[in-house]
């Protein structure tokens, strides 16, 4: 009670706002001046804060012109993590009036709810001495409430949470569909992704990508879903990325980490860890920053020579070095990969590449086509490390058939740039299989996609078939469609063997006659109606890998 009185006669003396910041044993933590109209909190410590804990500090603070809570009072209570804000109307005198006081509120338990439900509750205004809630009852319910609802989170799916981003020009509809590749992305690597924001802007805010609004939002949207991980759709400055990450104290992501992320988990032979090694620190190098004014301060010049390099320079240093080895382990990679491909050349055997989009079901189709095992998962990237296998025909004739990496939209230039030695592979095919899934709604989109990356390593050119892939699930209307859009096109279902008999004449009619060991090209089936095919390529490459 007395605690409010000098509130309110301070305030009204000074003519400013006054806060306090007290924590749960009810002393105070931080007294705050402001100005008549607002009252700025400074940076608080994080020591308390997990994931679905509140600061333990609550925040009394009056109001000069008898206003309620503000829509900046509700934001900074959220975004800062206070266990509950409280505003003291001051009267004409200096006599305390109305409170009003609110706190927050535990996650909606269905996600479908949580993106629109407040994160807050506005408790109705009383007399400033007939107040009867007990605030340290209330926010000790909450956090339990917040850890039942964490424990809930991981015994149900056991996965991180993460909040997907879009800030473009693009219409909304764009970036919902390129939303929904990054949750595809996100449930590859591991992650669940309950909630997404869409800005539209024409240019993005430099520091954080987000203005100020859409920031204080995206703090209320991963405090209603417990996410973890903020994931941005776009490719994120060094400034952005340490800008949101402070400002969000969680996790933050773009699409070229992601991808990095995934590429890392996927990769299992020595030259595709490489590549993902070289991209991944072609990326970490420009980000390699100084977390205090004196990592990144040099010593230099005449009486400063002393200390030498900084942390911060020998990591950088440490990072080119290993970028130049790197470098040179790959140029040995390529150098064995030429030879490789000059034995396979001179063994008469055509090369069939198949190129596609992440997902679209080139492994599968290799797997039903050779009898091999190689795997194939409805994720994107499930197979990184491109395989080859000889399908072996009648009368001794033999196909090369070769998986490649899948491609995607706005794949990381440091990516492709790692991985030339393994997209070489295709320059040495006979024929490209552009595989796509016919059942994806944007499978126009993917297939531009594909086209544009093969263009652009100026493989246009080559002889090529479009299979429009799990043909299965498509309706009488929605094929009649496709044919008439891909006229060209080889319908398959890559799990079933009889319905790849069409593209395997195209193939071999593309074929010249003499590209085979031996006469004509041969049929595709036996008189017996089984198709012959053995093992792994028994090739001189010893691992059948390309990227080995």
Known sequence: MEQARELALLSRDVGRQVGLLIDRQGRVDMLIVGDPGSIMIPELPRARLGTGRLRGLRLLHTHLAGEALTQEDLTDMVALRLDSVSALTVGGHGEPGQLHIAHVLP????????????????????????SE????????????????????VDADKGRERAVLVSVCSAPKSVQERSLDELAELARTAGLAAPARMIQRVERADTRHILGKGKLQELEVLCLQTGAQIVIFDQDLSPSQLRNLAEATERRVLDRTQLILDIFARRATSRAGKLQVELAQLKYTLPRLVGK?????????????????ETKLEIDRRRVRERITKVNKDLEDVRRHRTSTRDRRAKAGAPVIAL???????????????????????????????????????PREREVILTDTVGFIRRLPPDLKEAFRATLE??????????????????????????????????????????VLNKWEKLDDDQREVMLRLHPRAVPITALDRASLNP???RILALLPADAFVGAPAPPWQTPAGEHEVDGPDDFPDPDHTLLQ
Do not use: C
């Open 107 to 130: 996650p909606s338990p269905v996600e479908a709810d949580a993106a629109s439900a407040k994160p807050y509750d506005v408790l109705p205004p009383v007399r400033w001495d007939r």
């Open 133 to 152: 809630v007990d605030l340290a009852a209330l926010v000790g319910a909450l956090e339990d409430e917040f850890s039942r609802g964490e424990k809930a």
């Open 425 to 466: 592979e295709l320059a040495a095919a006979d024929v490209l299989l552009h595989v796509a899934d016919a059942s994806h709604p944007e499978v126009d989109e993917q297939v531009a996609a594909v086209e544009s990356i093969l263009t652009e390593m100026e493989l246009a050119d080559m002889p090529r078939i479009q």
């Open 292 to 308: 205090t004014p004196a990592m990144s301060r040099l010593m230099g010049g005449i009486g400063g020579r002393g200390p030498g």
């Open 503 to 505: 593209l395997v004449e």
């Open 355 to 393: 190129v596609g989009y992440t997902n679209a079901g080139k492994s599968t189709l290799l797997n039903t086509l050779t009898g091999s095992a190689v795997l194939a998962e409805d994720k994107l990237f499930a197979t990184l490390d491109p395989t080859s296998r000889r399908i072996r025909f």
